[in-house]
């Protein structure tokens, strides 16, 4: 991890077209002002997490969802050949 001392009006730049410009400082606190191209998604950390989370809660219901189809077509077939 690189770790850098910046100070308010100071900025920083990442691969050429994303720059991160500390705007205020007050305590413990510091606000970040980020330019960045459209195509490049910025999130809070625990933002990105919870939506990551969200994700895999997603992909694991849609998986658990084809699972139940076919096995409910796998029976709609066996009845239909009775």
């Known amino acids: 991890m690189l770790v850098l001392t910046r100070k308010k009006g100071q900025s920083l730049v990442i691969d050429?077209?994303?720059r991160?410009?500390?705007v205020e400082v007050i305590g413990d606190f510091v606000r970040l002002g980020i330019e960045?191209?459209?195509e490049v998604a910025v999130?809070?950390?625990e933002?990105?997490?919870d939506v990551?989370?969200?994700n895999r809660?997603?992909?694991v219901t849609r998986e658990l969802a084809a699972r139940l189809r076919a096995q409910v077509e796998n029976k709609n077939e066996k009845a239909a050949r009775k």
């Open 43 to 45: 999130f809070r950390e």
């Open 57 to 59: 809660t997603a992909l």
């Open 16 to 18: 050429r077209d994303i």
């Open 52 to 54: 990551q989370e969200e």
């Open 36 to 38: 960045a191209p459209p």
């Open 47 to 49: 933002i990105y997490r």
């Open 20 to 22: 991160v410009v500390v």
